[in-house]
């Protein structure tokens, strides 16, 4: 797959009136369209005196984040174990809609 010849020559691309850097069309084309992007990178290896050269394809972005809980909307994420991840499970638990939950646990304030 790879970066787009617009990107790897630093073009900026117009969208909707607006100038975008062609890494962040990446990056929303990621966020957005929930695609994976794969970036090509060439290293030096040596093994018993004899140097080469590596070429190796790695994930560079994906909108799959399983360090983080990932809200409703798709862009805000809390870090597991929050407190806020609590609440939405008691309002869940109470009876009302996800959605419902959702917003009423990211409303709530801690009390201490």
Same mark, same amino acid.
């Given at each position: 797959?790879?970066?787009e010849n617009t990107a790897r020559n630093n073009m900026s691309i117009?969208? $909707?009136?607006?100038?975008?850097?062609?890494l962040t069309l990446l990056y929303r084309e990621c966020l957005f369209d929930e695609k994976q992007i794969y970036a090509k990178n060439v290293g030096f290896r040596t093994k018993d005196h004899i140097i080469s050269l590596v070429e190796v394809e790695k994930q560079?972005?994906?909108?799959?984040?399983?360090?983080?809980? $990932?809200?409703?909307?798709?862009k805000r994420t809390l870090p597991y174990e929050h407190w806020r991840i609590g609440a939405f499970y008691y309002y869940l638990n109470s009876g009302i809609t996800q959605e419902n939950a959702e917003q009423r646990a990211m409303i709530v304030k801690l009390r201490i």
């Open positions: 797959m790879g970066m117009t969208a $909707i009136g607006e100038q975008y850097d062609p560079a972005a994906s909108p799959f984040d399983d360090k983080r809980w $990932i809200l409703s909307d798709g």
